[in-house]
């Protein structure tokens, strides 16, 4: 090879390929996931919470297309974290609400995945509406959703709790989880979806308290009753 061509090879090829290495995530894939139940019919619902998350994520970091995989809608796509790049795979699946976990055990085993490479975003009745917590391991608390994901992937999966509030009686929950979220909150819903894609980077990178905080403060939650706080 000539001068000429190695200097023109150095200047061209080398830095295309540094580009390269630097857009390619080091890290496994990561699954991040939102419980709700498939179709229009409740799509608005405040069990779909989670649903309306990883389409705010898919929309603002522009993941996509979404497909038909894993009994899921699924779309990829990376994001920039302060540990490097990550590649992200969002899964609603279709399985309805309460088999969450077969669907992502499925797509768990098909990329080789733990348990700890999985998030699942839900709607939480014991934190009052607009509050957020992450949780790692315990129990389901009820939630047959966060049940199924527990017999299918273990209790280690990562969870963000995305509170809706309690209606008051252990007889009005289903009901009050499977209707639409008033016109008078749609308000907090928006800003926390909002506020739950843009500080993702801080829950890719592992920083689970840090990423609390930060959607806690892009979306402070409405005063509302203390008790479920």
Known sequence: MSTVLRDAW????????????SQTPGRPMHILAGQGNPGPKY???????????LDRIAR????GPWRAKFRSEVCEGVIDTPEGRRKLLLVKPQTFY????RALAEAARFYKLSPEDVSVFHDEIDLA???????RGGG???NNGVRSVIQHLGPDVRRIRLGVGHPGD????????????PAAEREWTRALTQACSKALPHLIGGDDERYQSEVM???PAPKSDPRQG
């Open 10 to 21: 150095r200047r061209l090829v080398m830095p295309a390929r540094a580009k390269a290495r």
């Open 43 to 53: 799509a608005d619902n405040r069990h779909n919470i989670g649903f309306m998350v």
């Open 60 to 63: 603002d970091h522009g993941f």
């Open 98 to 101: 309460n088999e969450t976990g």
């Open 129 to 135: 509406p607009g509050r957020l917590r992450v949780k």
């Open 140 to 142: 389901h608390s009820g």
């Open 170 to 181: 252990k007889s009005r929950v289903m009901p009050y989880v499977l209707s639409d979220i």
């Open 217 to 219: 403060r892009l979306a």
